[in-house]
């Protein structure tokens, strides 16, 4: 890729996109597509796709202690691990250090991210689903926060575009609050999660469903990008896959941004301003620190992206301060950083199949089972102590060693407990909608700079009285499928709730809406009186669903771009 | 050399590229044997003890390597150092200190005398399993320390999850499939003979 700076003429683009993750690679597409000349800035290294993926083939004994993360790790990475799975020794590097790169927490906020290019789109969980009505519609119907400006009909198409761009398999269900995708074939359910999915369907009437879940692989045939081929099942997506098969921008949408010949990338760009121009009422561009030399510079372009992620781009427009704009830049309502959401989760319930002894799987599924929401949606659905819905995730698997182990402690009799698989367990753990509470927020500290002398981001926000009702359900439902399904064993758990950000879904911080008083901005994604800046990562999100979001950032992105674009052309 | 063999067999091409040449330097590096190894954490007696129960735990069969075959002894005192934090290594240690008191009760004998049967029935005596009671535990339900029962817990925990996790057992013992193509529910014997993946 074109890593180099293109000698323009006072470094002016038409186009700039800050962040390459989920958003900033369809921003970086769309835009070059349309014949933009667009520079493209990420924060943090530069990772090439497969060559840069330098633990992709290693197994347990090829890292140091069986994978184990060590002390030294967590040392620097303190914030990182609160996740049991970031810091894992194959995937660390992936994950930023918070000795480096430090935030604060008036109230505990898990902020899991990575400073590299492709961002988070490297290390998703690639669930992939859209919002629908339900939700565009959920705010106006409870009369909570503000309406989105948009509806399931707007964005539809984009969708479309997207998914079948990008790839995402599963199977469609035909439900009006869960739509219908473009998908590639299945995944399979195995034989327990066939079994559960049978007996959910067969005792409840309330029309709830197990589903394979959708997840953005390839699982049939090729997708464009950097030789993207079909998923090899092997589950070490966190390191980069060498096949392409799960979607990312280093495989495909930056390559794609790439092969225009329009994109300029540059890594190592620390953005923390948008330059304002009050006598045009327009963004003239963005001010730069270089990560590894500290040099600044000023890039300027007709138009400007940001999908830096929800906390980081709100951060940027809470520094770009001018006399028009003193609270931050499109922060006419106060609204900016206010509305964090994320999903809550780790509520639930576990569970043992038993008399599947002889049966057993091929392959390493990097994906789970599905039940869509089912709770008020009308009718027996409907809830007195909570608003909204939530969703499940999990499956059945064979544990990796017999249960025998624990009953034995020496001898060849242990030895081969440990080599045969033991039994099957099942786990269902919710994914829940968070309610947009202007409370929940965050600032900056300008009293407390990191290494580029900037300052820091600190988080005021928690799970509210209706995820707490929520999570009640959550669990005792999950109890109720299990017991249904006749499994034994059924133990409920809630090792959740107690701080936001371990979903990895932060979002809201710059919400769209109809009132640019109540609202940062508009129904394309552009900030309500800077409208050539548009704000496309989760930052947008007016309020959460259920659903894992990434998809309709991608969505979201992909139809402003040509919004930005249109714009552009219109007016050239 | 039979792990870059395996490697070599790695699917695409496109795969391959991935493995760096520090990875390879990696994978090539010798096993140090088992007698002579200096130990990064453990003292000399705690690593006697560590050799000795790992193979008592894991002994060599007709068909499967011993715990110290594979190196589970050097895997032990790795882990211990790398990633057990500096109180819980200070808490093992304490809880090695009562070990060698039981096993050295001639305080003039030597570790190196004690004998097979004396390790065994340590085990048999002082290790109690999840669903039996601990009476050192139950003197004392509250202290931080470790209890003799919970250290050889953690041993066995340790021994097999470096046993597992050895390249040996991995890819040989264990049923070893890097690179599945494919996901299907099965039936267990034809898939693996009845063992349980390595991956």
């Known amino acids: 890729m074109n890593n180099k700076m293109a000698k323009t003429e006072d470094n002016l683009f038409d186009a700039i996109v800050v962040g390459t993750g989920i958003s900033g690679g369809w921003a970086a597409k769309e835009l070059c597509e349309q014949g933009l000349k667009t520079l493209v800035l990420e924060r943090g290294r530069m990772v090439k796709h497969i060559e840069d993926y330098t633990t992709a083939h290693l197994d347990p004994w090829d890292l140091p202690n069986g994978g184990e993360t060590t002390q030294e790790i967590i040392d620097r990475k303190p914030k990182q691990h609160r996740t049991g799975y970031t810091t894992h020794p194959a995937r660390e590097h992936f994950f930023v250090d918070d000795v480096k790169h430090p935030y604060n927490e008036e109230k505990r906020f898990d902020w899991m991210r990575g400073y590299h290019v492709g961002g988070r789109s490297l290390m998703w969980g690639r669930q992939s689903y859209r919002l629908s009505d339900v939700d565009f519609e959920a705010n106006k119907k409870d009369g909570i926060a503000v309406d989105w400006p948009v509806r399931y009909k707007d964005i539809e198409p984009w969708y479309d575009k997207v998914e079948e761009y990008i790839g995402v398999s599963g199977q469609n269900l035909g439900l009006k609050h869960f739509p219908d995708q473009k998908l590639l074939k299945p995944m399979d359910l195995n034989c327990v999660e066939e079994h559960l999915q049978n007996k959910i369907s067969e005792k409840f009437d309330d029309n709830r469903v197990l589903t394979i879940g959708r997840t953005a692989h390839i699982t049939e045939g090729t997708k464009e990008g950097l030789g993207r081929s079909t998923c090899q099942y092997r589950s070490r997506c966190m390191r980069g896959c060498p096949y392409g098969a799960y979607f990312s921008s280093n495989s495909s949408t930056l390559p794609a941004a790439d092969a225009t010949g329009n994109m300029t990338l540059r890594p190592n760009s620390i953005v923390h301003e948008v330059i304002y121009d009050d006598s045009t009422k327009q963004a003239t561009g963005v001010r730069v620190i270089d990560a590894e030399t500290k040099e600044t510079h000023i890039y300027k372009a007709k138009v400007i992206f940001l999908c830096a992620s929800s906390i980081a781009s709100a951060s940027i427009l809470l520094q770009s301060k001018s006399e028009r704009f003193p609270n931050g830049l499109g922060n006419d309502s106060g609204e900016l950083g206010h509305n964090i959401m994320d999903h809550h989760f780790h509520v639930g319930a576990t569970a043992t199949a038993k008399g599947y002894d002889d049966k057993y799987v091929k392959g390493r599924r990097p994906n789970g089972i599905y039940i869509p929401r089912f709770r008020n949606l009308g009718g027996n659905t409907d809830m007195k102590s909570f608003k909204r819905g939530y969703g499940y995730q999990g499956g059945a698997s064979r544990e990796d060693a017999s249960e025998l182990v624990a009953e034995l402690k020496y001898g060849p009799k242990l030895t081969e407990a440990i080599l045969k698989p033991g039994e099957w367990s099942v786990n269902l753990l919710a994914f829940g909608e968070t309610l947009p509470d202007h409370n929940n927020k965050m600032y900056l500290d300008e009293s407390k700079k990191d290494e580029w002398g900037l300052p820091t981001v600190t988080f005021d926000a928690a799970f509210g009285e209706n995820e707490f009702e929520m999570r009640k359900d959550m669990q005792a439902q999950a109890k109720k499928m299990l017991e249904a399904a006749g499994y034994k064993n059924v133990e409920g758990y809630d090792n959740g709730g107690e701080a936001m950000g371990l979903g990895i879904h932060e979002m809201g911080t710059a919400r769209m809406g109809r009132d640019p008083k109540t609202s940062v901005l508009n129904k394309h994604n552009q900030i309500h009186a800077c409208t050539n800046v548009y704000v496309t990562d989760g930052a947008f999100m007016t309020s959460s669903g259920c659903q894992n979001p990434s998809l309709t950032y991608m969505a979201f992105t992909a139809r402003a771009a040509n919004h930005a674009a249109k714009n552009i052309k219109k007016n050239a | ?199």
């Open chain 2, 1 to 199: 050399m039979k792990r870059r063999d395996a490697l070599k067999n790695i699917g695409l091409a496109a795969g391959f590229a991935a493995i760096t040449p520090s990875i390879f330097s990696m994978l090539q590096s010798c096993t140090s044997n088992t007698e002579t190894w200096v130990p990064n954490y453990l003292t000399s007696d705690e690593k006697t003890i560590v050799t000795k129960l790992a193979d008592i735990m894991i002994p060599k069969t007709a068909t499967t390597p011993s715990a110290s075959e594979v190196n589970v002894p050097q895997f032990i005192d790795n882990y211990i150092l790398e990633v057990l934090e500096t109180k819980d290594q200070e808490i093992t240690r304490a809880a090695f200190n009562k070990i060698i008191t039981l096993l050295k009760r001639d305080t003039e004998s030597n570790i190196d005398d004690v004998t097979l049967e004396q390790y065994k029935s340590l085990l048999d005596e002082h290790m109690f399993l999840s669903k039996e009671v601990d009476p050192e535990r139950e003197a004392n339900p509250e202290a931080l320390s470790m209890t003799s029962s919970e250290l050889l817990n953690q041993l066995k925990w340790m021994t097999i999850y470096g046993y597992k996790n050895s390249e040996e057992v991995g890819e040989n013992i264990l049923a070893y499939d890097p690179v599945p193509a494919a996901y299907y529910c099965g039936d267990l014997q034809e898939l693996t003979g009845g063992k349980s993946y390595s991956l």
